[in-house]
């Protein structure tokens, strides 16, 4: 008896540790990675939100990640690159942020990133380039939040037991609510369900152009192989993969970005040179054999992938409740 008491317990101290959390994401799809010491909660997701908002994250008070994630345009920027607060040039074309929590690695070029705790330091404290300016500045991001008359409560529930206010939570939380950021209700899901009438007949004959030339690096529910590829012939500055592992073969390789919301992130490409989604396809080898008529299908599938109800959601929009719920 005591036995199976202990064994209940066991069992229910494990349920805890592990509360299940409702992804909204198609069946069967799984986020590729999330860290056992970094839960999912509701306190813990609100926090994160509040702080992807906060412009006191960087050095001078003018830049959030909001400032470059946009959630109109499914968290990208709308530039070709987007300068930090120095003004230091960005190097890359901002991503936008749908279905994150299924990436890995992230960012354009490099593997070593696997998580969205560790991608949330580039930002903030990074130095190539400067974007939010806050290299060595740990104690001071610890000093600004705790003199706020939110977070200290904000830290405390969503890190129950020990609620620091230092820049690992920080990290935390961020990553908590990207983690958040799902975006699958668009007319081309609807399709998929059996909803055979959600996209248009131009859109319908693109996808099948889209399975014969792109499904290749393009696949799966994200649009993605999340592998790292080559198109444009000529390397522009930017060594991308080959700059990680300084292999001359992986020179130029990019990762294969998701198509979700593509109508809503440009420009294209790791540096923005391609201004439109039909630029962006052409600038792809072997594309030259396709007419111009099989481009516009192709677009029309694509933004069959646009999510409004993403861009539009209120829980990932700057908060209300200054302080959390
Ligand atoms: C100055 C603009 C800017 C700011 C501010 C910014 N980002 Fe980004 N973000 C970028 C750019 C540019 C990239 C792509 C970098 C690369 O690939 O080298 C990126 C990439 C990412 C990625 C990887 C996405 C993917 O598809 O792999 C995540 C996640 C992310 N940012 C989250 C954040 C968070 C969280 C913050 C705030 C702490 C933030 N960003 C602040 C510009 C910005
Ligand atoms: C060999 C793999 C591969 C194939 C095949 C492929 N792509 Fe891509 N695609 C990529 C990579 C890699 C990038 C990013 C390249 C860069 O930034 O330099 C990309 C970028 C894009 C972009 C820009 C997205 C963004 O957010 O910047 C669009 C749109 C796109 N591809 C559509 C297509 C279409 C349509 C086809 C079929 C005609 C296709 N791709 C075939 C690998 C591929």
């Not at 699958?184 to 007949?201: E, H, I, L, Q, V």
Request: proline share 6%; net charge neutral.
């Amino acid at each position: 008896m005591a036995r199976r008491l202990g064994l209940a317990i066991a069992a229910l101290i494990l349920m805890a540790a592990a509360p299940s959390w409702d992804w909204r994401s198609p069946a069967g799809l799984r986020p590729s990675r999330v860290p056992s010491g970094n839960p999912m909660s509701a306190a813990k997701v609100e926090l994160g939100r509040r702080l992807f908002y906060d412009a006191d994250l960087s050095v001078d008070g003018t830049m959030a990640c909001a400032t470059c994630h946009e959630q109109h345009r499914a968290f990208a920027d709308g530039n070709a690159a987007h300068a930090g607060v120095h003004g230091d040039p960005g190097r890359r074309n901002v991503p936008g942020l749908a279905n994150v929590a299924w990436l890995r690695p992230l960012t354009w070029g490099d593997p070593r990133i696997g998580s969205l705790e560790a991608q949330a330091a580039i930002p903030v404290t990074g130095t190539a380039p400067v974007e939010m300016g806050m290299a060595g500045q740990d104690a001071e991001i610890a000093r600004r939040l705790s003199t706020d008359s939110c977070y200290p409560a904000m830290f405390a529930k969503a890190f129950p037991g020990d609620g620091t206010i230092d820049f690992e939570h920080v990290a935390k939380a961020l990553a908590a609510f990207e983690r958040t950021l799902v975006s699958f209700d668009t007319a081309y899901d609807a399709n998929g369900r059996g909803g055979r009438t959600a996209m248009p007949s131009e859109a319908v004959a693109g996808s099948a152009v889209f399975d014969r030339h792109c499904r290749s690096c393009h696949s799966g529910p994200l649009l993605t192989d999340q592998k790292f590829h080559r198109i444009r012939s000529t390397p522009g500055p930017d060594a991308g993969l080959g700059e990680i592992t300084r292999r001359t073969e992986d020179v130029g390789r990019f990762r294969t970005p998701s198509l979700r919301n593509v109508e809503l992130t440009g420009p294209y490409f790791h540096d923005g040179s391609a201004k439109t989604i039909a630029d962006a396809v052409r600038l792809h080898p072997r594309t030259s054999d396709l007419r111009d008529a099989q481009v516009m299908q192709i677009v029309a599938f694509l933004n069959s992938l646009t999510d409004r109800h993403f861009t539009m959601d209120a829980r990932f929009s700057l908060p209300e409740f200054t302080c959390g719920k």
